[in-house]
């Protein structure tokens, strides 16, 4: 048998709308009808039974039947900061892996050596490949994509998490043990360009520890996933 099918909502009441593209998706694209039984999100943590008891043109209407905390979500804080980057599909397939892999909140800059630009679509779409990510890796809650015009805005959004990573392609080696850590971590990944030594200065004035990936030079999008996997790794998370 397979799996409800996963809708996220503003709010869930006992009777409970779905409207938009997902009510769209839920109607004409998987053909659900009354009597269905569909699984609620509202990004709570929570996941809401509910069964569809009527659908009308432009909205489905649910009663929900049982609610749950979610298990699958991360017991370990973990933020992912990465530059913006000129190919669309690539910042799409970060946001995508990072979800999966449990990261709570994603974090997009513009820095020294972005050569792409931000804007309110691009973000929109970033934030409904979180939501559909956590549906599809049967995730409770789908982290908010933020955007930051520049690296140091970035950097200070994070600055409150005991471990700050610094992914820098010119530092020989790591100033942080990622085999020994412990509590919430921040991972900051540049973009094509990379980092700047300022940069690299700023992030280390505010607490940030330069680590390396090791001798090979990898793709944004490589570093960002590999970063992210051996971190949850060693906080647990992929044991």
């Not at 009441?13 to 569909?38: C, M, P, S, Y």
């Not at 793709?219 to 960002?224: D, F, H, I």
Request: negative net charge.
């Amino acid at each position: 048998m397979s799996a409800l099918k996963r809708f996220f909502v503003e709010q869930v009441h006992q009777e409970t709308e779905l409207i938009g593209e997902e009510f769209e998706h839920a109607k004409n694209v998987l053909r659900l009808a009354v009597g269905d039984e569909v699984i609620l999100l509202d990004n709570s943590g929570k996941e809401y039974t509910a069964v569809i008891a009527a659908v009308e043109k432009k909205r489905m209407l649910l009663n929900v039947v049982r609610e749950e905390v979610g298990g699958r979500e991360a017991k370990a804080d973990v933020c992912l900061l990465f530059g913006y980057l000129k190919n669309a599909d690539k910042n799409e397939f970060i946001v995508q892996k990072a979800v999966e892999l449990g990261v709570k909140k994603i974090g997009v800059f513009s820095s020294e050596y972005s050569s792409a630009y931000m804007n309110a679509n691009k973000l929109e779409r970033l934030n409904k490949i979180s939501k559909e990510s956590a549906k599809q890796c049967l995730r409770a809650v789908a982290p908010k994509v933020e955007y930051f015009d520049s690296l140091g805005k970035a950097l200070v959004w994070a600055q409150e998490y005991e471990n700050k990573l610094f992914a820098c392609e010119f530092s020989t080696e790591s100033k942080c043990d990622i085999e020994k850590l412990q509590g919430s971590t921040a991972i900051v990944i540049g973009s094509e360009g990379g980092f700047s030594r300022a940069e690299e200065e700023r992030a280390s004035a505010l607490g940030y520890s330069s680590v390396t990936l090791g001798k090979r030079i990898l793709r944004a999008e490589t570093a960002a996933v590999a970063l992210t996997s051996v971190v949850m790794f060693h906080l647990d998370e992929l044991k």
